[in-house]
Structures are given as structure tokens and as C-alpha cells.
């Protein structure tokens, strides 16, 4: 890899920060949800609003040079009128400058899913208003930021927090409702495009972009019906997405199939179609942990159970989506305990076909294998997870081999953090924290091989073709 290439680890404010109502922070939607539903939350999570800088510092002498978060809206935007938290934006000038002062490129999400429960009071996503109270926000940290970010991308995952929000409903707000899963998906595209336009508008330094959570599609055979379940199934998962974002153009043949099965599309005015079109990234965030192997639809009706337990087992995750595709489990693929496959080689077949498509730049800007870890010893000896991302980098150190141009990867994360209804008992961290004692870090084993592969460049990842 050159000297150009980002090697970090990836947070995402609600996860991690914790100071859940510090310096006039107010609610967001997941701190009304988990404190309501008296679940897990993230109210303390890793503790990062208060020990960034010991943790910047392990990035440094990680050999990280670049780090992945999020800003926090309900931090920085303080109600519906826009009015701007002046302690909000120091929180993340220190954290920026801290980044900036240990050689830490900073890559910004500005939205991580927290949205400000006074917008999601009056209807989230399902609003157009929250779109324009979207570009409101972008627009106040992209200038107050101009100059010392470089890498902004505007949502991180759109296809997950809204199709776990509207339509399987283990997500705030718990819907499940495939005509509010196309209108929030509508308006985060239509918000989506209205921060890159702001972004170009205000002439902001810098490049950006959006992050998908890419699980490009492969079928159980070549049959035609298994190709059009493919096709249907890659529309559902990456191209309402990806086509979108880098096009602006939303795939008609979706769009033609969710009428014709009695979706109301007339939410798609012309004037806001015409901001999608015009306005595309500069380079795709994708984060990549798993793809989606299907088979054609046969019968029942649409399932979608979703893994938040981490016991897997029979049953405990299903996708089927009536008339269009239902996936299936490879029986030659490992899953974790939260019925994620295990399959590096997707990711190859996947950043081929993303170069191919739409010959951008890319950050694999997630990936990493969450697990149950016991992190009361000195180092976790995490051979696992050294062995997953090595198989993952090597994948994607063969795309580059033919030609995709990848400028950077960010593992899933760089620290113990909260895990989306699945507590803090599901680690995907480079770095220990002790949740029970002191929020300690500690280094695990992947941390130090993970060093060794960045100052390598690449060469201490055992390779071999896919
Ligand atoms: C999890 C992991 C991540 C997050 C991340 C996605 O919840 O399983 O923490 O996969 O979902 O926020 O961008």
C-alpha cells in the first residue's frame, strides 16, 4: 500500500462517546428509545467524550494514521429552530485538533443514526422537514470544520437504520411498514443530496462521500429466476443506495416493481428529484461485513428477523421478502454467534463489481467480527479477529491487484464500544474496555498485528487468491 493509503479504526458517537446529557447536549432518538424501553444504552458507552485524547494517543502508537467518527446532531443542533450549541462544536474542535496534532487524519460521518429526538417527535425521517433541518445541520459543521476535514461523508448506512427502523422494527421507532421504509429511505437520499450541494454551494475544502453497508449479492445457481432474485435483492441491499448516490439516478426497475406492488411513490416531487440527480459523491464509503446470498422467492410471507440475541441457532435471523428474493445460508461458511457468514471473498466480488459499476475511489470505511471476548487478562489473545482481518484485507489487497482503487480501510472499531441492541457484550474493539472496571483500555492482540501490517504496508497480511 503507499504512503497515501488510511489505516484506522471506525467509532460512531452514540456508541461510544457516553455524556449522553453533558455540556446542553438533549436527547437523541436512541437515548428516548433505550431509556424508555429501559434497555442497554449508551449513556456512558466507551466513556470517549471524556478520554479521547488517551484514546488518539493508542491510535498513534497503533500506527494509525486516520480515524473514523461521527458528530453527534442532538450535540451540536439543539432544537428544531436550528439553534447551534457553541459547547458542541468545542467538543469536536478539541477532538479534531487532537487528531490533526498526533497525525491522525480525522474522516467524518456527520450522521450516525442519533438523530435529535425533537426531529423524530414530529416524525423522523417520515418528515420532509427533516431533511431541510438535515441540511441546516451539514451545513453549520461542514463550515464551522472547513479546512481542517478533508474526508466528509454525509450518512453511514442509510439501508440499516431505516430498514430496522420502518420495516423490520428492532430499531427506533419500531415500524414495520414497507410504505414508511420507501418514504424514509426517499427522504435520507433527498437529505443526502441536499448536504452534497451545500457541500459544493459552500465551497467546502475536501471531498465528499456516503458509507453503505455493503453486502454485495450472490445466488445459489445461475437459474433466470435466480438472476432476477439477484437483481431484486441487490436493489433492496446496495443500488437504491450506491446508484443513487454516485448517479442520481434511483433504479427504475425498483421503483416500477414497488408500484406495481402498491407502494405510493407520489412523495417524488420533480424538484427534489432534480437535487438527486445533480448532486453525486467523490467517493464511496463502504462498510463491508457480510454479503447476501439468495434464492428465488417461492412462498410465505415477508420475514425479517434480525440476530440482536447473540446465540445463534435455528431461525434466529431470516430474510424473506415476498416477490422478491429470500436469503439463504451458505452450509459451507462460518457464522458468528449473531449469524454474520464469514466470507471474505464477497468482498473482493464486491469491490470489483462496485469499480466496475461506478468507478469511484473507495474506503472500506467498516469491517471487523464482533465476539464474546473476556477482557479481565492482560491482552486478549484475539486470533480470530486477526485471522478475519487478515483474510479481509487480503481481499481487498487482490481488488487493488486488479485495478480498484481503494485509498483506505477502517476497522470496526478501534475500541470496545456500544453495539445497536446488542449491548456492550458483543466486542468488535482493536482495544479492550473494560466496562466493569474503570472503562480501563487495553490492547488486544489485534491491535499490535493490525500495527505491524501498517507500518509493513500491507506486507505483514498473509495473502492468497480467492
Ligand atoms: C453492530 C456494530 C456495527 C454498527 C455500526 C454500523 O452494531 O453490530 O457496532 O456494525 O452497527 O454502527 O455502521
Not at 23 to 37: G, P, T
Not at 82 to 97: A, E, M, R, S, W
Not at 168 to 173: A, H, Q, R, S
Request: aromatic share 14%.
Amino acid at each position: 500500500m503507499n504512503n497515501s493509503f488510511l489505516w484506522g479504526g471506525a467509532t460512531a458517537s452514540y456508541q461510544c462517546e457516553g455524556a449522553w446529557n453533558e455540556d446542553d447536549k438533549v436527547d437523541s432518538m436512541w437515548d428516548a428509545y433505550l431509556h424508555e424501553k429501559g434497555l442497554e444504552n449508551g449513556d456512558v458507552a466507551s466513556d470517549f467524550y471524556h478520554r479521547y485524547k488517551e484514546d488518539i494517543r493508542m491510535m498513534k502508537e497503533g500506527g494509525q494514521n486516520s480515524f473514523r467518527f461521527s458528530l453527534s446532531w442532538p450535540r451540536i443542533i439543539l432544537d428544531k429552530e436550528g439553534t447551534v450549541n457553541p459547547k458542541g462544536l468545542q467538543f469536536y474542535h478539541d477532538l479534531i485538533d487532537e487528531c490533526l496534532r498526533q497525525g491522525i487524519e480525522p474522516f467524518v460521518t456527520i450522521y450516525h443514526w442519533d438523530l435529535p429526538q425533537y426531529l423524530e417527535a414530529e416524525g423522523g425521517w417520515q418528515n420532509r422537514a427533516t431533511c431541510d433541518a438535515f441540511m441546516h445541520y451539514a451545513r453549520v459543521v461542514m463550515k464551522e470544520f472547513d479546512g481542517k476535514i478533508t474526508y466528509w461523508t454525509t450518512f453511514n448506512e442509510p439501508r440499516w437504520f431505516i430498514f430496522n427502523g420502518y420495516f423490520i422494527g428492532n430499531y427506533p421507532p419500531e415500524c414495520h411498514s414497507a410504505q414508511m421504509t420507501i418514504k424514509g429511505a426517499w427522504h435520507v437520499l433527498l437529505a443526502h443530496a441536499m448536504a452534497v450541494q451545500a457541500f459544493r454551494e459552500e465551497g467546502i475544502q475536501g471531498k465528499i462521500g456516503i458509507v453503505h453497508s455493503y453486502t454485495p449479492v450472490d445466488g445459489v445457481d445461475d437459474r433466470p429466476e435466480t438472476l432476477k432474485a439477484m437483481r431484486y435483492a441487490d436493489n433492496y441491499c446496495n443500488n437504491w443506495v450506491l446508484d443513487t448516490a454516485t448517479k442520481g439516478e434511483i433504479p427504475q426497475d425498483m421503483l416500477d416493481k414497488l408500484s406495481a406492488e402498491g407502494i405510493d411513490l407520489s412523495f417524488m416531487n420533480e424538484a427534489d428529484l432534480q437535487i438527486i440527480r445533480n448532486n453525486h459523491v467523490d467517493f464511496l464509503g463502504l462498510n463491508y461485513y457480510s454479503r447476501t446470498l439468495v434464492k428465488p422467492y417461492t412462498e410465505g410471507e415477508t420475514t425479517l428477523i434480525v440476530n440482536n440475541t447473540g446465540k445463534k441457532g435455528k431461525g434466529t435471523s431470516k430474510t424473506i421478502v415476498k416477490n422478491w428474493f429470500e436469503q439463504v445460508q451458505d452450509p459451507d461458511s462460518e457464522y458468528t454467534e449473531w449469524d454474520t457468514e464469514i466470507y471474505p471473498k464477497g468482498l473482493y466480488d464486491g469491490l470489483i463489481r462496485a469499480w466496475e459499476r461506478y468507478h469511484l475511489p473507495i474506503f472500506i470505511t467498516e469491517n471487523g467480527i464482533g465476539c464474546y471476548e473476556d477482557v479481565s487478562v492482560d491482552c486478549v489473545q484475539d486470533d480470530w479477529r486477526i485471522s478475519y482481518m487478515n483474510d479481509h484485507i487480503n481481499a481487498i489487497m487482490n481488488a487493488m491487484d486488479d485495478g480498484v482503487d481503494v485509498r483506505g480501510y477502517f476497522a470496526w472499531s478501534s475500541f470496545d464500544l456500544y453495539s445497536w441492541k446488542n449491548g456492550c457484550e458483543k466486542r468488535y474493539g482493536l482495544v479492550a474496555v473494560d466496562f466493569e472496571n474503570g472503562l480501563c483500555r487495553r490492547p488486544k492482540k489485534s491491535y499490535y498485528w493490525f500495527k505491524d501490517v501498517i507500518e509493513s504496508k500491507g506486507e505483514r497480511v498473509e495473502r492468497r487468491k480467492l
